[in-house]
């Protein structure tokens, strides 16, 4: 009877200690399965990689168990580190927002700045923005995200960005859209090509050539359809599609080396128009204007910094 009652009050002599995880090999964790590198995970985390790959080793030891495999030069979460990893992005979050507080509180702007941005808003836009942010408020630490559009949306849905800047309107009502800036695509042509000697072409014409295609996620490929649709019912009968590239700038490259013609943002190609490489060339009675949108999600409360870098952009 006197045993039992120790036991509920003591616990077992011969229980099993429990985990006790540290945030810090946590982060490293997360960072490490993030960008699917040690390396990179150090350059983020200001450390040495043996400091990385020692605070994966001793968490493992720890755990008692794998929490990355390395297969082939390629780093993946295991299914305990799949765990591991939705748990330490939450606990990581409320650190975020737990120092934003404090900061806020105290009246500064500082921690990261965690945002993502498609193809020409990250690649184009968000550099010089981020810049003349930190100028003003130097003790942020930007965190640019880029992808296509679809993807920087799935990043703001799973937390892993706060603020994203797409090329397309979604219709998730957990998302919060808003215009930040316009844009206009235009049809790209190297330099060289018979095209660069007229005034304009008609839509039909874009058949007669082969057509490099931006992929599915794409905010340019999707507002050019719908602003194709307006004109036709099948958008896609209008386009020799000849290749499908994952980037505005393989893109570029394929034209400057003669393979096609393509729409791209006047934004992403102001640089090899006034070099000569490649030529804009308008298409008769269509004006490719779009809208790019901030994105964030309704539920969560964003951050003093991004709440900073939202209010800033409105000015600059």
Known sequence: ?????????????????????????????????????????ADHLSLRQPTVSAHIRELEQRLGAKILNRIGGEITPTALGQVLLERAKALLALKRETQAALHNFQGRVRGELLVGGSNIPGEFILPRKLGAFIRKYPEVRPILRIGDSAGIVDAVLDGKVEVGFVGFKGGDGRLNYQGVWKDEMVLAVPKGHPWTRLKEVDLSDLKK???ISREEGSGTLRSFRSLLSRKVKEPETL??????????????????????VSILSRTSIQREIEDGLLKEVPIRGLKLERD?????HRRRTLSPVSQAFIQFLKHN
């Open 209 to 211: 050539e082969g057509f």
């Open 239 to 260: 386009l020799n599609v000849i290749m499908v590239l994952g980037s505005t700038e393989a893109i570029k490259e394929a034209l400057i080396a003669g393979h096609g």
């Open 292 to 296: 790019f949108y901030q994105v964030f």
């Open 1 to 41: 009877m006197l045993a039992s009652r120790l036991m509920e009050k003591f616990g077992s002599p011969m229980a099993k200690p429990k985990v006790d995880l540290d945030l810090r090999k946590l982060e490293v964790f997360y960072w490490v399965a993030e960008f699917k590198s040690f390396s990179l995970a």
